[in-house]
């Protein structure tokens, strides 16, 4: 038994399956994770090597070359990239394609660890690997207010942002590092018979975590350290810079100004012609970046009082909600919750505005497959409304929804992302999805205008067409597969575009060939019934519309076409040199 056999003679099975992949659909796609790119095998390993007060020539020979010598002979090594600034020097190693990102961090790391003779001032080398991360939306407040003021606010809604759930990585931007700041009074030096010199070093030694030894017991050992004083302006004051034989002590502050400051740093960033500081949120590993920049734009409305309106699901999550339970419906109501409460505790030194959202760009993707889609199914049904009845049109439509769905389910069951890459390998394929269920639709209703009975119509009008249809989609998805064998990130980004390809096009074949037989016999059954007794409303207009149908193709464009085939048959060399003409003109205009 073939499968539109199949399909035919099992309607309830057929509805079942069209019914669960529609759910599956619904359920699935809904929540598929949606980022910008796909996600790439990393191949790059980053080296930090930081050298403070080391010139660049410094750096170059003391830390980069030995990290380079050491490394250069690493397998599947393909290039090594050094950067040497005053203080740091950073490398990138960039390896062969497939290899495994984490033992290629072991043996860097290895190597690094290895070394014996780099300079004691040099700080500790940092080796990770390299994941490049695309920010999602970037938060900014701005007004003329103090600096320290505007740092601690941007810095509570950096802790605010970080405390919700799927929140990506959160960084601060446009302000200085903050800083003790000494300011030595040179009268008093004299007076305490003391230099600049004397005073930093005692302030580097109070700062200093010292080791003092280990105390045994019979239990255990007990390892016993110095704290240094606290990185506070108070707690530096107090630090003793000078003892004398009678108990005297000469504390820091009595020889220097003290306090809070930030570093000497040419650092400006303004928005709206003001001083601005801002958070940066880039989405990290399965993430959702389209719900990362939701969650940020509830909490600013939420903080500034702005408006904010809950979705459909939203609505319908707090209507099915148990009584007394006040949990937030989703992660941006609680965002924005969260907003509203820190508005009521503390204010804001500026204006909150989001000032660059890059989610966007897959909203608008997903905005316009859902246009393209709504579109061409409008576009289907009402072609083949004119062409061949409305009953054939509205399912080869309804299978273009169904084949979606079904997509989109794959899509999640494969672990396929909406990015913007299979998003436009949906809006390419929606084109192609129709075409099956045209084909086999069309067959079966020519074979039904002949004479045939529905039900033997439906099964041997798909089984007619059945092997083509399969081996136009088999073309289709062998001619996008090559783009999944390039290597590289290149390969990396495009191999979900030929399985977003072969997902649709599979769906599409099972809706054609199973699905669709099944409800052409039903259509083809009622439009039978139609004839025989009182016709309707509908059957009647349609029967109007079959009428002048017939007229336009049989006495117009038929004959019209025949005409026309007949002389280029006739006069085949002159029809083949208007052809390579017409080709010669459009090359040339293309060259031109």
Not at 8 to 14: D, F, H, I, L, S
Not at 91 to 107: K, N, R, S, T, W
Not at 509 to 535: N, T, V
Request: aromatic letters at 6%.
């Amino acid at each position: 038994m073939s499968l539109p056999s199949f399909g035919v003679k099992r309607p309830v099975v057929a509805n079942l399956v069209m019914f669960a992949v529609v759910g599956a659909g619904l359920v699935f796609g809904i929540g598929l994770r949606k980022e910008f790119f796909p996600e790439i095998r990393p191949n790059l390993v980053s080296i930090s090597a930081p050298y403070p007060g080391a010139t660049p020539d410094e750096v170059e020979s003391a830390l980069a070359s030995k990290i380079e010598d050491a490394l250069v002979n690493l397998r599947d090594v393909k290039e090594i990239n050094a950067t040497v600034s005053s203080g740091a020097a950073s490398l990138l190693i960039e390896f062969e394609p497939g290899i495994e990102i984490d033992a290629a961090v072991a043996d860097v790391k290895r190597e690094v660890d290895a070394l014996q003779d780099l300079p004691d001032e040099a700080e500790r080398i940092v080796v990770d690997k390299f994941e490049p991360n695309i920010p999602a939306i970037v938060i900014a407040l701005y007004g003329q207010a103090d600096e320290r003021a505007m740092k601690e606010a941007i810095r509570t809604i950096q802790d605010d942002l970080r405390t919700l759930p799927g929140m990506g990585l959160v960084t601060l931007g446009g302000v200085r590092t903050d800083e003790i700041l000494v300011e030595v009074r040179p009268e008093a030096l004299l007076k305490h018979s003391l230099s600049i010199t004397d005073v930093a070093r005692e302030v580097r030694l109070a700062m200093t975590e010292l080791p003092g030894g280990t105390v045994k017991s019979d239990t255990r050992n007990l390892a016993i350290r110095a704290p240094g004083v606290e990185e506070r302006a108070d707690a530096v004051r107090e630090i003793v810079v000078k003892s004398g034989a009678g108990g005297q002590r000469v504390r820091l502050s009595d020889v220097a100004e003290v306090r809070d400051d930030f570093t000497d740093t040419d650092l400006r960033t303004r928005l709206n012609g003001e001083p601005a500081v801002s958070l940066t949120v880039f989405k990290v590993g399965e993430q959702d970046a389209v719900e990362i920049a939701e969650m940020v734009k509830a909490y600013v409305a939420g903080r500034t009082g702005g408006e904010f309106r809950l979705k459909v699901g939203e609505r319908l999550a707090m209507f099915a909600r148990r009584p007394g339970d006040a949990s937030p419906p989703s992660h941006r109501v609680r965002a924005y919750e969260l907003g509203v409460q820190r508005a009521a505790t503390s204010q804001l030194p500026g204006t909150l505005v989001t000032t660059t959202d890059l989610a966007r760009f897959i909203v608008g993707r997903l905005d316009l497959l859902t246009r393209n889609a709504l579109m061409g199914m409008a576009l289907v049904f009402g072609v083949l409304m004119l062409l061949l009845s409305w009953r054939v049109s509205f399912w080869v439509a309804a299978g273009l929804v169904i084949s979606l769905l079904g997509t989109l389910a794959m899509m999640r069951f494969a672990g396929i992302t909406l990015n913007l890459l299979t998003m436009f390998g949906l809006i390419i394929v929606i084109g192609i999805l129709v075409d099956d269920a045209i084909v086999v639709a069309e067959n079966i209703k020519s074979r039904h205008e002949r004479g045939e009975a529905a039900e033997n119509a439906c099964i041997r009008g798909a089984n007619e067409v059945a092997w083509p249809v399969v081996a136009t989609v088999l073309t289709t998805i062998f001619a996008f597969l090559p783009l999944g064998l390039i290597e590289g990130q290149v390969g990396d980004f495009l191999a979900a575009l030929p399985m977003v390809v072969a997902c649709a096009l599979s769906v599409s074949l099972l809706e054609s060939l199973f699905i669709l037989p099944s409800h052409m016999k039903h259509s083809l059954e009622a439009e039978d019934r139609a004839q025989l007794g009182h016709p309707s409303l509908i059957a009647r207009a349609e029967g109007f519309v079959h009428r002048y149908r017939e007229a336009l193709f049989d006495r117009l464009l038929i004959p019209a076409y025949m005409r026309v085939l007949r002389f280029a048959i006739r006069w085949r060399y002159g029809a083949m040199g208007v052809i390579l003409a017409v080709v010669m003109v459009s090359v040339g205009m293309v060259a031109g």
